[in-house]
């Protein structure tokens, strides 16, 4: 028979229910609950029932707040600043005066003149969404600059 998840005393029982009860944020409220009811001696499995979390998704959590505490419970993506863009402000300035004039080919520009353009630039490749990404956000900037002159 597997051993049953322990929790730390970072709080007491009442704290932890009181947490889970006032949290708005629905991953830090499912948190609380799950160390809730860990703390009072629930198996994994009932609280997997319970919550519709995996064992295994259920451990994980346990873990983190014996180690880090209540500091570790909620959605930790709000946290995440994202990745670094493909170009820095000065080849984001280049690619908006290029997309002013032709595409290289003498076309117009797309997402992939565009994505190989960025390509040339940093020396990788660059997926097509991300050439559609930059070509709409100069589009939009061309539109409120349009926009701010008519105002």
């Known amino acids: 028979m597997p051993k049953r998840v322990t929790i730390q005393p970072h709080l007491s029982i009442e704290e932890l229910e009181r947490r889970y009860r006032k949290a708005k944020d629905p991953v830090e409220r499912t948190h609380y609950q799950i160390v809730w009811l860990l703390a009072q001696d629930k198996r ?26 209540p500091d570790a419970l909620g959605d930790r993506r709000h946290e995440n600043p994202g990745g670094e863009p493909l170009l820095n402000k000065l080849q984001q300035a280049e690619l908006a005066k290029a997309l002013q ?22 020396h990788r490749p660059v ?25």
């Open 44 to 69: 994994t499995e009932e609280v997997s029932m319970t919550t519709s979390y995996s064992c295994d998704w259920i451990r994980k959590v346990a873990r983190r707040y014996n180690r880090l505490g």
């Open 101 to 122: 004039g032709p595409a290289p080919d003498g076309g117009t520009w797309n997402s992939r003149k565009v994505a190989e353009w960025i390509s040339d630039r940093i």
């Open 127 to 151: 997926a097509l969404q991300r050439g559609w990404d930059y070509l709409k956000q100069s589009s939009r900037l061309k539109s409120e600059c349009r926009t701010l002159k008519v105002d």
